[in-house]
């Protein structure tokens, strides 16, 4: 149950942040077999979102990503090639429909996430680090457009946070810590909490948990709680609002006579402290003019 919960997180996860920038598709299957593709991503738009550094880079042409939630293993990694190799011949076979060649850009590349990796992994597929990506990315030989991407090496910085959150351990809590210390207005904060939210309370539901699921369910509680208290602030203020206008209106029905629409919508726009002033000031109102003049 936690693998299949972890797996719906990844997968909701990666759709959120890329469904705005192309074709997105999960758990699609690919063969006869039922092998499933946990994201299989298509870019549309011409620009990826820059705020989502490392995960935007990966998606500047079409990929395959597959999220692990423990160390990928060499069957694992054997197991994600063949799901590509069969797209690659679904492709194949499309383009020849077409009597068109595969050009090399329709191809997409394996992206494998996993939380660790040790070396004896990385060296049985001959994976190399490329300095221009930076470290914890290794790819394997070039035919292949296949990379393994070791979250726990990646570096902590603002560019890598997306993809850390999808981590284990000390590497997503410390990713938490930094998605807490962003903006409020943040694209993507809200988004990433709600998802981390929902994965706490499936984990919290569940019979059994691990240390590491009680850690995690620990530290997005204070963060919920926040979240919540100032969702009920926010109800209450507009609450307010609505009610001080609904009162103003009332109020200059029963002077004038049912308002013009526009004049409605102007002050149901009002702050709570316009809407004082205004009900202060309605009461040296001759006429509809008066009201007018005020507003503007």
Same mark, same amino acid.
């Given at each position: ?77 054997? $197991?994600? %090639?063949?799901? =590509? ?5 679904? *492709? /194949?076979?499309?383009?020849? #429909?077409? !009597? ?90 809200? $988004?990433? %909490?709600?998802? =981390? ?5 499936? *984990? /919290?539901?569940?019979?059994? #948990?691990? !240390? ?85």
């Amino acid at each position: 149950m936690t693998r299949f919960l972890w797996d719906k997180f990844s997968k909701d996860y990666l759709e959120t942040f890329l469904a705005s920038s192309g074709d997105v598709k999960t758990s699609l299957d690919v063969t006869a077999e039922t092998q499933e593709i946990d994201v299989y991503f298509r870019p549309t738009s011409p620009e990826i979102p820059p705020e989502l550094g490392l995960l935007g880079k990966l998606a500047q042409t079409p990929c395959l990503l597959e999220p692990y939630r423990n160390p990928v293993t060499i069957e694992g990694i054997l $197991a994600c %090639l063949s799901k =590509l190799l069969t797209v690659r011949e679904q *492709l /194949q076979r499309e383009a020849h #429909r077409h !009597q068109q060649p595969l050009l090399a850009e329709n191809i997409p590349r394996l992206w494998i996430l996993t939380p660790t990796a040790s070396q004896r992994i990385i060296t049985a597929f001959s994976a190399l680090n490329n300095p221009d990506w930076g470290e914890g990315i290794y790819f394997l030989p070039p035919a292949l457009t296949t990379s393994l991407i070791v979250l726990h090496q990646l570096p902590e910085t603002p560019e890598t946070l997306w993809l850390r959150l999808l981590g284990r351990g000390g590497t997503r809590s410390r990713a938490i810590d930094e998605l807490e210390a962003l903006s409020s207005n943040h694209p993507f904060k809200s $988004a990433s %909490l709600k998802l =981390l939210y929902n994965l706490s309370r499936n *984990l /919290q539901a569940l019979p059994k #948990r691990t !240390q590491e699921e009680r850690k995690f369910i620990m530290r997005l509680a204070p963060l919920y709680e926040q979240d919540r208290e100032k969702a009920i602030q926010q109800g209450e203020a507009i609450g307010l609002q609505k009610g001080e206008a609904n009162l103003v209106l009332r109020l200059l029905n029963r002077r004038f006579g049912e308002l013009p629409p526009h004049i409605t919508e102007t002050i149901q726009k009002l702050a709570v402290e316009q809407l004082e002033d205004l009900g202060e000031a309605l009461l040296d109102f001759e006429t509809q003019a008066d009201l007018i003049n005020w507003l503007t």
